[in-house]
């Protein structure tokens, strides 16, 4: 990840990336949360799943996404100190999520 970005500009998700990019100045991390039920509706219409079954899934998928964070990084992904901007997205569109971000980050880097 380090060698992509060393080369180009690149949006990275996931693997820890707030942990793996601490020290790098160009660096903007990001961490999007929702409530629950807002997350769960979102899973259960894209996966065309039961409500209950898109809560099983997601408490399954945090419970892996926080282990892996804790195994790599010895942090947990929850504590906004690692990260640039936490943003709760709870009943926003992709579009406007993506140029608020792009905003703080033009801002934050001078672009």
């Known amino acids: 990840m380090r060698e992509l970005a060393e080369k180009e500009s690149c949006v990275?998700?996931?693997?820890?990336?707030?942990?793996?990019?601490?020290?790098?100045?160009?660096?903007?991390?990001?961490?999007?949360?929702?409530?629950?039920?807002?997350?769960?509706?979102k899973v259960a219409r894209r996966l065309n799943i039961n409500e209950g079954s898109a809560d099983a899934l997601l408490d399954k998928v945090d419970e892996a996404r926080e282990n892996f964070t804790k195994t790599f990084s010895g942090?947990?992904?929850?504590?906004?100190?690692?990260y640039d901007l936490v943003l709760n997205v709870t009943g926003l569109e992709s579009t406007e999520i993506a140029?608020?971000?792009?905003?703080?980050?033009?801002?934050?880097?001078g672009l």
């Not at 140029?99 to 880097?109: H, M």
């Open 12 to 41: 990275l998700l996931g693997r820890t990336g707030f942990h793996i990019f601490r020290d790098d100045e160009r660096a903007f991390k990001v961490f999007l949360i929702a409530d629950k039920t807002f997350r769960r509706d």
């Open 75 to 82: 942090k947990t992904r929850y504590d906004a100190r690692n």
């Open 99 to 109: 140029r608020f971000i792009a905003g703080c980050v033009t801002r934050k880097l």
